[in-house]
């Protein structure tokens, strides 16, 4: 029995929905992206004999397409916004001590994957910068103390869920 997190059974179920058709593929990526939240990498070869293309052209539309990821994403987005207002306010400290406390630069993931970190540009917040988002949660004047402080709650809350 397939539980519905199993990949190869949510890709099955996909191709048996799309059909062989080749301008099926693009949508069944995008299905599978939207199921597993990323297209893995060990399905690109299963894909390619449905569709009867090649791996490498399976892969190709992968890459080409900047909406697609190949990793599962992060549990967490906190996103620090790099505009104006925000840097004059102390935003690169702000950006390297999240920097150095996720273990990451901007576009990566910590190394559990629990945190990515992302820049963004303008929340609307300048009056009250630095800014930063952690999913959809919005945080204004952040000072370090208070990104390890947003930090700790949000990975007590990811313990709590996980136990
Ligand atoms: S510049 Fe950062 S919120 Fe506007």
Known sequence: MHTPSDPD????????RHGTRQDQLLPLLHALQDRLGYVPPSLVQPIA??????????????TFYH??????????????????ACQSMSGDRLL????QALGCGLHGHSADDSFALEPVYCLGLCASAPAM????????????????????????AQTAEAV
């Open 9 to 16: 059974a949510i890709l099955d179920d996909l191709c048996a």
């Open 49 to 62: 004999q449905h569709f009867n293309l090649s791996r490498a052209e399976v892969h190709g539309v992968i």
């Open 67 to 84: 909406d697609f990821r190949s990793a599962a994403p992060a549990r967490c987005v906190v996103k620090l916004c790099r505009a104006e």
């Open 96 to 99: 390297a001590h999240a920097q």
């Open 133 to 156: 988002t952690v999913d959809d949660r919005v945080f204004a004047r952040v000072t370090p103390a208070r990104f390890d402080a947003v930090l700790a709650d949000v990975t007590h």
